[in-house]
């Protein structure tokens, strides 16, 4: 049913379509010039074209990999919470949090309505596009997950602050819409962690997506379906990404039980690892999703964001996926 | 009747101003190997003294150390223990803060004290009465992953009790008169309560006159309220944030423990207000059959950041004195 709303859209993926989950590690020459930058040391314009030089690499990195949906690899983004908070209205930086150990952040405060300031990713999108004929995936971070990661003054409650965050992101979304994205996948992260607020995620999304053109995915991180199945099969998208890498679930028995009724992205890639997997052991962890579901309807990726790799890991583990996957393309043709 | 403020637990060890991010460079100077242990303890000390002191001023009447060593709450236990080791990160509850897994090899055993010294410097250097914080017994066996020496989780929550037991007893003879022990854990896990009871028994047997105070935060403790009230604990210290029938239900079943009632949203920075605080007490107070009642933060305070955690410290004061003075 999927592959229909991708076909119309004009999206032509083969089987087992794969892809990433948004970030990749930023390029040691970047990495660099962005704590240049925080020293005052360099201009914002100088780090621009460093943030494109690394963007461009990562795109020429997915195609010699033979990715199928491309991502711009958010070279240009730090927190993907703060990232948003910064641009739109009604936010402020807040003070420092600890998150472990002796890393501490900026937490954003919600201090006044928010307000979508006009596009925040588009140009990005548009520009990465332009570098490859692959379809490359617009990416954002969803309401609930950006009202999660957030104090709240102003809003009357975490709901009230969740969909006025949707009624926003909506913007977004019909922006990149506008400039051509038929691929939106909306991050959320943070999805599972109040399992009695999972109805008003769900109404945020659909005040995020509703009616509008375009196959979306939604990637939610380690745990989440343990917590949330199967009431999460009501988020109004189209492709569900979960990560199976690190578990020992047996979705057979899960969804014997209440059917997956998505397109769902197998997150098979462990990112906290720095051991690359051999291409057998992918094949055997996509076969457990293909086992259960028709092979059209399942996508094969990394469980979260690579960010915390190295250049070179994700290259070998992107690599070895690839593997596996063109392997399994032949055998199950 | 009388109102106590008292803190929850952790406190924010840096602020925003530079004088105030001493603990965060002495930290990283430490890693570096810039300084030894025994100057980053004197910043820590000094840290302790700020945490104490900051309390004091915005009004509380019982303090805590602000937990200001612990890495979190797990580790910081597992670390002092043979038969443990520490693994990777993984998220509070559904916070965005992460600790360190414990890993259970084998037997465990306490090598040494791990919260009485500290107890003991900060009582050192408070003028109010100061309470110790212990992570409860089933909560770090929920936490922990268990490769050897116990069959079960709850085996291991009875070993952690009798690690923890030790604690309750020196503490006691250290002259600590109320202590708390969380068990967040429990709130997702109501079918384990017969676990926390023993678990609760055993770390409390030899409490002499301290009383413990059983604090459950990150979650909704309605549906265990009734339960609650038979667990061989003296008081009850509950997270009102997540639960809009918790006042109802209090004021409907009472208490026979005293309870410490935790109004102030330590997770987010809005400022609690007497329309959103009075009508709770109203509520709750006349149902309480017993006091001492405790008026605290939902939970640790380093959620927030410095300067806010201060502030709602401060609004508790203002909030209580309000309410007691009849200023409606
Ligand atoms: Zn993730």
Redesign the pocket.
């Known amino acids: 049913m999927s592959r229909q709303k991708l076909k119309r859209l004009g999206v032509e993926l083969p089987l087992l379509p794969t892809s990433t ?1 948004g970030s990749f590690p930023k390029t040691p020459e970047l990495a660099e010039a962005r704590a240049k930058y925080a020293r005052k040391q360099i201009t914002r314009a100088e780090l621009e074209a460093l943030e494109k030089k690394a963007t461009e690499f990562w795109i020429r990195a997915q195609e010699e990999i033979g990715l199928d949906v491309l991502v711009d690899g958010e070279q240009y983004r730090g927190d993907m919470v703060a990232y948003f908070a910064e641009l739109m209205g009604g936010f402020q930086t807040g003070g420092l949090v600890r998150s472990y150990g002796n890393r501490y952040y900026h937490k954003p405060v919600v201090v006044g309505e928010v307000k979508w300031p006009g596009p925040m990713t588009v140009e990005w999108w548009r520009w990465t596009q332009s570098l490859t004929r692959k379809p490359v995936k617009g990416m954002l971070t969803g309401p609930y997950t950006v009202m999660d990661w957030s104090f709240n003054d102003y809003y009357r409650d975490r709901r009230s602050a969740c969909l006025a965050l949707a009624r926003q992101l909506r913007k977004e979304v019909e922006a990149l819409i506008e400039a051509g994205a038929k691929i939106i996948q909306i991050d959320e ?1 943070a999805i599972s962690v109040r399992q009695e607020e999972l109805p008003f995620a769900i109404e945020a999304l659909h005040l995020t997506v509703d009616g509008l053109p375009a196959y979306f995915i939604t ?1 939610a ?2 745990g989440a379906f343990e917590t949330i199945y199967p009431d999460m099969l009501d988020l109004p998208v189209d492709n569900l990404d979960l ?1 199976i890498s690190n578990s020992a679930l047996d979705l057979l028995k899960i969804f014997e039980k209440d059917p997956f009724t998505k397109d769902l992205s197998l997150g098979v890639l462990d990112v906290h690892s720095h051991s690359i997997e051999t291409p057998a052991e992918i094949k055997a962890r996509v076969m457990r999703g293909v086992r259960v579901l028709p092979p059209e309807r399942v996508w094969v990726d990394p ?3 690579l960010k915390t790799r190295t250049v070179e890991e994700s290259r070998g583990k992107l690599a070895a996926m690839l593997t596996a996957v063109r392997e399994l393309r032949t055998e199950l043709a | 009747m009388d109102l106590i403020l008292s803190s929850a637990g952790s406190y924010p060890r840096i602020g925003d101003a530079p004088d105030l991010q001493r603990h965060r460079r002495a930290y990283a100077q430490r890693e570096r190997g810039e300084i030894s242990a025994g100057e980053f303890t004197k910043v820590e000390n000094e840290v302790v003294a700020g945490v104490i002191r900051e309390q004091i001023e915005a009004g509380m009447e019982v303090v805590t150390d602000g937990l200001v060593r612990w890495y979190d709450p797990y580790s910081h236990f597992c670390r002092g223990l043979e038969g443990a080791t520490i693994d990777g990160l993984l998220r509070l509850f559904d916070t965005n803060v992460y600790f360190r897994q414990p890993v259970v090899k084998g037997p465990i055993r306490r090598k040494a004290a791990i919260i009485v010294p500290e107890y003991e410097f900060a009582r050192s250097v408070s003028t109010r009465p100061v309470k110790p914080v212990l992570t409860g017994p089933y909560t770090l066996s929920r936490g922990s992953i268990l490769e050897g020496g116990y069959r079960s989780t709850h085996e291991l929550a009875l070993a952690y009790a009798e690690v923890l037991a030790g604690e309750v007893r020196e503490l006691s003879r250290a002259g600590a008169e109320l202590i708390q022990i969380d068990e967040p854990a429990i709130i997702g896990h109501p079918e384990d309560l017969n676990v926390l009871e023993a678990a609760l028994a055993a770390a409390g047997r030899e409490r002499g006159a301290a009383r413990l105070l059983l604090h459950l935060s990150f979650g909704d403790v309605a549906p265990l309220y009734r339960d609650l009230q038979a667990l061989p604990v003296d008081a009850l210290g509950l997270d009102f944030t997540y639960s809009p029938k918790l006042p109802a239900l209090i004021a409907d079943l009472g208490s026979a423990k005293p309870l410490a009632l935790g109004l102030i949203d330590a997770r987010n920075t809005k400022l609690e207000t007497k329309e959103s605080v009075f009508p709770v007490l109203d509520a709750v107070l006349p149902a309480l059959k017993t006091g001492p009642t405790y008026l605290t933060p939902s939970c640790g305070l380093e959620f927030l950041p410095r300067a806010r955690a201060r502030l709602k410290l401060e609004t508790l004061k203002r909030l209580r004195d309000g309410y007691l003075g009849g200023h409606r």
């Open positions: 989950v992260p990637h991180c380690y990560a469980d979260c964001g």
